[in-house]
């Protein structure tokens, strides 16, 4: 993430000199400077929370730790991440290990098994109330293990601060505490547009894609091809995730340096690409023959059928005659194209696209 | 539910997010407990997103459930008192009818306390006595009665801003609700900051053990309005709020009244004072959770700094003061602050209100000097101990948990630290041998897991952990040696969030120390080791 353009203040991390745009958080600053501080609850669409406490760093004149997530860099700042800040990264680890039951429910990243693993520590024990009541949603895109949540509450506060919707609640509070589409009910029955923007947001693959192929492979063993979503025109960046053993795409992902997107799908972009595979996709122009069937052919004899028997109808019945359906799959400036075509080329007004309805 | 009632009511319903609880405590008490159905209704009406009132409403113990609901109280005094068994026969005897097993009511005088909707079982009695500052020995019932006593003396008066911080200053009075930050100082502070700024009152007395601010509030309630009025005139607020807990519900009655009198007086002119009822949550008594609470969403207490004084009740510069503290100014400025400092006794400054409960002979509220002993407040006020004295907590469950031998030590932050206890909100209860205290420990731990807001990891999982590691060694088992113990209550002292999770390890350690014997299986502390 490049950092804010501001007035530039020099402060102290770990004994060394730093200098940093003021105002900046201090777990940026940090990173730019090359001292990694982990996060769990931090996600930089949203507002600061500092609520995993992972992140908490010695900070001159305050009397506990600061979270670096949530502390902005001032001139003449006195920042340490060694005495006892690494302590404190493994004792919470332990803890949040004490109550996560089901490390990998859909394959999904999970950032807390790889800090454990980065810091060598494991559960003392698992708490007796860490089982959480199972959670079960008919839809069809997205499941849900609630003993695979640690609470950072980054998904519901992506549909609050992002994607301004009500889908999903922290419920509960103390032990009780739980995060659930809202009063329990199927994400259907919410708001909620099954963008998945809340999946992405999830540190520990809580929330995961529900699909019947590619939840076995790890989403870390997929090739991703990066590419440019094709059902609108916003042009939205995605990344098709391919198992590499099967040469299909299993899944789509995005990442938050993405451009015109910012990581952030819609249902369509995120879990509509089924069609990629599937049996019924034209994959070649075809052409009704004399025979009444169609046949395969080249885009050059199409395109010339096509033209013909634009062309006769125009000749034989009048421009008015025919009309144009445009895609919202296009871009505006192939919309464009296409009616100045239906207008100059054809000479008719019935022009529609499907995003007018 | 009864859909014409709700139509009704939902008309009459104030839209501001800031009235949610108000609105939501409304809609449980005339139509019904709040179900999936109201909260969304409430939320269409307030236009606020359903899944944020879905997230408020179960946020507090209570929202949920019916209003003459059977609450049976599981404090530590009561617990001790025989409330497990209490609460399993009202179950048995409840005829299907939800009976709660809830934290601390603030009726530890009357240990063990069931309460049937707003009643109060036992009934209710006050022993308490006529100490200089707060004089609670004789119950105002009107303003008339309040002023017959000297009250409003000190309103009226109306001493110059620089006088009254000479006087709180020179008092040495400090926020009485356990925190114990100079009241002056933060006086001072607030009314430094740019304008407009709040008065908010602290009366969400739940730390077990501590029924000072209910006695107050239902004895004199003019008594905590004139210092609140004070404090509003002094930092020139127009608003201020009383955020009282639900389960007090004969102190609302009478702050209602007082209010009314307050008003009919012409005293209230110009100013808004308004009582906002909470719904059952110990967290909101931080001052924090308490703003968030006001402004219409789950009690989660605020990364801090900025400070309330600063950034407080929608942002504004926000006075927030605990009942008690208000209580005694009134006689810090008819006194004079060094007369009221010199109440005090063994160096300590000034008085306080020491709730006392548990095996003493007459549990109740007494106003004594700074600087007391136990023995003094136990023996002096509370009519001696009813059986030979086991442990005592000193100050609300975060104060620790103390020895025997330490009832002649005097009870002031300086004295107590040596002791690795603090003074808390002098909540004291008095344990008998018979009640271990690895018991009391675990019953604390318990609280403070239910009683987590769940926001930050070590305050959730931390006390969780410990009640585990508790519960596992009254069975004779480990779950987590002594050093690894000691790491999480580090964890849990240094990183969380408020005062909640950082309170929490101090009995922990306090047991630690005074009972090691108790301990002993998990095994040596590395640094006694070394």
């Given at each position: 993430m490049s950092p804010p353009v501001g007035k530039s203040v020099t402060f102290t991390l770990d004994g060394r000199r730093a200098a940093a745009p003021e105002g900046e958080l201090l777990v940026h600053a940090a990173a730019r400077h090359g001292i990694f501080i982990p996060t769990l609850c931090h996600d930089d669409k949203l507002d600061p929370y500092g609520g995993c406490r992972m992140c908490v760093v010695g900070v001159e004149g305050s009397p506990r730790p600061l979270p670096a997530c949530a502390t902005r860099v001032a001139e003449g700042m006195v920042v340490s991440t060694n005495s006892q800040v690494p302590q404190f990264q493994r004792t919470l680890t332990e803890m949040l290990l004490a109550e996560h039951l089901n490390p990998n429910p859909g394959g999904r990243p999970n950032e807390l098994v790889d800090l454990a693993g980065d810091l060598d520590v494991e559960a003392p024990f698992i708490l007796p109330d860490a089982k959480r009541e199972p959670y079960d949603d008919r839809n069809k895109f997205m499941g849900y293990d609630p003993d695979a949540c640690i609470l950072c509450a980054r998904c519901v506060r992506y549909t609050q601060?992002?994607?301004?919707?009500?889908?999903l609640s922290l419920e509960g509070r103390g032990p009780h505490a739980r995060i659930v589409p809202t009063h329990g009910y199927s994400w259907l029955d919410t708001e909620c547009e099954l963008c998945g923007g809340c999946l992405s947001a999830c540190p520990t693959g809580a929330i995961y894609e529900k699909f019947e192929e590619g939840t076995e492979r790890p989403e870390r063993e997929l090739k991703k091809v990066k590419t440019t979503c094709t059902f609108c025109g916003v042009g939205c960046q995605l990344d098709l995730n391919v198992d590499p053993e099967t040469n299909r795409v299993v899944k789509v992902t995005s990442e938050p340096h993405y451009v015109s997107n910012e990581g952030n799908l819609c249902v369509k972009g995120r879990f509509s690409f089924n069609f990629i595979h599937h049996p019924d996709r034209l994959t070649e122009p075809l052409v009704r023959g004399e025979d009444g069937e169609l046949h395969e052919t080249s885009w050059e004899h199409a395109l010339d059928v096509a033209a013909n028997g634009l062309a006769r109808v125009r000749d034989q019945h009048g421009p008015q005659t025919i009309g144009v359906l445009a895609s919202a799959r296009l871009t505006m400036e192939e919309n464009f194209a296409i009616q100045k075509f239906g207008r100059t080329v054809i000479g008719t007004n019935s022009i529609h696209s499907c995003e007018a309805t | 539910m009864d859909l014409l009632k709700l139509t009704t009511l939902l008309e009459d319903l104030p839209r501001d997010r800031t009235h949610l609880l108000d609105n939501l405590g409304r809609v449980r008490r005339e139509v019904g407990p709040i179900d999936a159905d109201l909260s969304d209704a409430v939320a269409d009406h307030m236009n606020i997103r359903r899944g944020e009132v879905d997230e408020v409403v179960s946020?507090?113990?209570?929202?949920?459930?019916?209003?003459?609901v059977v609450r049976v109280c599981i404090g530590p005094v009561c617990h001790c008192l025989g409330a497990r068994d209490l609460l399993a026969r009202e179950q048995e005897q409840g005829n299907g009818k939800r009976v709660l097993g809830v934290e601390c009511l603030g009726h530890c005088d009357l240990a063990p306390v069931v309460m049937r909707g707003d009643r109060v079982e036992p009934e209710v009695v006050h022993r308490t006595n006529d100490g200089p500052?707060?004089?609670?020995?004789r119950a105002d019932e009107t303003l008339t009665d309040y002023e017959a006593r000297g009250g409003l003396a000190a309103l009226r008066e109306a001493p110059e801003p620089a006088r009254i911080v000479e006087d709180l200053k020179a008092s040495g009075l400090a926020g009485l609700g356990g925190a114990g930050f100079p009241t002056g100082l933060k006086w001072e502070a607030v009314a430094k900051e740019q304008g407009p700024r709040y008065v908010v009152v602290n009366?969400?007395?739940?730390?077990?053990?501590?029924?000072k601010d209910r006695y107050v509030m239902e004895r004199r309630p003019h008594l905590m309005f004139e210092g609140m009025l004070l404090a509003m005139r002094f930092i020139e607020a127009t608003e201020g709020f009383v955020y009282l807990r639900e389960e007090y519900a004969t102190a609302r009655t009478r702050l209602l009244g007082a209010l009314d009198d307050l008003h009919s007086a012409g005293l209230l002119d110009g100013l808004d004072v308004k009582l906002v009822v909470g719904?059952?949550?110990?967290?909101?008594?931080e001052e924090t959770a308490m703003l968030e609470s006001m402004e219409g969403r789950r009690g989660m207490p605020r990364l801090k700094p900025p400070f309330p004084s600063q950034v407080g009740y929608l942002g504004r510069p926000t006075l927030i003061n605990n009942v008690e503290t208000l209580a005694h100014i009134p006689a810090i400025l008819c006194l004079g602050g060094e007369a009221w400092a010199a109440l005090g006794t063994r160096g300590a400054q000034g008085v306080r209100l020491w709730s006392i409960s548990g095996a003493v002979r007459e549990p109740g509220c007494y106003e004594a000097p700074n600087g007391s002993t136990l023995r003094e407040l136990i023996d002096g006020h509370a009519g001696g101990a009813t059986d030979e004295v086991g442990s005592i907590v000193p100050g609300g469950a975060a104060s620790g948990i103390l020895p025997p031998d330490a009832l002649d030590v005097p009870l002031t932050r300086d004295d107590l630290r040596e002791w690795g206890a603090g003074i808390g909100s002098a909540g004291v209860q008095v344990f008998p041998t018979s009640y271990s205290p690895l018991t009391l420990l675990a019953e604390t731990m318990r609280f403070f897991a239910e009683e987590s807001?769940?926001?930050c990891t070590p305050c959730r999982i931390g006390n969780r952990g410990m009640h585990h590691v508790l519960a596992e060694l009254e069975r004779g088992r480990v779950a987590m040696p002594r050093r690894q113990v000691e790491e999480w209550l580090e964890a849990m002292q240094q990183t969380s969030i408020c005062g909640l999770g950082q309170g929490a390890p101090f009995p922990m350690r306090n047991a630690f120390r005074h009972w090691p014997d108790l301990f002993a299986a998990l095994g040596e502390h590395e640094a006694s080791v070394a």
């Open positions: 601060e992002v994607m301004q919707c009500s889908a | 946020f507090y113990s209570f929202l949920c459930v019916p209003t003459d500052s707060t004089a609670l020995a009366a969400d007395e739940g730390e077990p053990g501590t029924i719904a059952g949550a110990y967290i909101c008594g807001c769940e926001k």
